[in-house]
C-alpha cells in the first residue's frame, strides 16, 4: 500500500489545545491503545479500531488540511490518544508534512513503545510527552502485563526530546513515593523537562471506572508531600495538577 493511502484512525481532534505541551496546540487523539488503566480519562479510545469504535480514519493529506486549518493560530501538533506510537508509520509521514508549514509536532506516549520500531519517528519529533505509570506492579493499574519504561524514558532524555513527564497519583495501586523518587532522580540533571504529579480524578470515568478509584485518591496534603519529595531531589520544575 502507498504511503498516502495508509489511514490515521482518530477518535477526536481538538483545534485548540494549551495543555498538551508549549504553547496553543491542535490535539489528535487517535484510536486503539495497547494499555487499559483504571483511571484512563479517555477510555473511549483504548478499544483497537474496529466496527465498535467511531473513529474516523484520515489520509495523511486529509489531516493535513484540518491542521492546515489552524496553522496561523497555533504552535505545533500534539498527538494523544490512545497510544499514538502505535501508528509510527503514518505518524513519520505526516510529522515531515507539519514541519514544512513551520509547526512543531510533539507525541504524548504511554512510553511503552519498541524502540526499534521507533527509529524514524523520534529524530523527527520535537517533543514527547512521557507517562511513568509507576515502577512496579503496574500490571494492576495498566491491566495489562508489559515491561517498565524508564529505558526509553532515559533514551529520550539524553536526546533533549522529553518536553514532560507525567504520573497519575492514586494511591494503593502504585508505590507513589518510590515512583516519585525513581522519575526525579532521572529527571534532576534536565532542567528545562517539567514533572506533572496529576491527581487521580473522577472527570471522563466510566461508572466501573469511578469505583475503582474511589478511596484511592490522595490527599492534598500527600500530593504536597510528593511535590516536595520530587523538588528535594533536584527535580526544578514540578507541577502538580490537583
Ligand atoms: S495509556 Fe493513556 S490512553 Fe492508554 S489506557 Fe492508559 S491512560 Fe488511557
Redesign the pocket.
Known sequence: MEIQEITLPVNEIIPFSNVDGRGNRTSIFVQG?N???V??H??E??KLPCEETQETNYTIKELLSIIKKYGPYIRGITVS???ATLYSTYLTQLFGEVKKLGLTCYIDT?GLFNLEKMEALIPITDKFLF?IKGINNLEKV?RKKQVNSFDNLEYLLKLNKVEEVRTVCINEYIDLESTVKEVSMRLRKYDDVIYKLIRVHHRGLTLNQKELVQGFVPSTKEMVHLENLAKSIGVKNVMSIF
Open positions: 491503545c494499555l487499559n488503566c483511571y484512563c479517555n477510555p479510545t483504548i490518544g490512545g497510544e504511554n507517562d495498566t
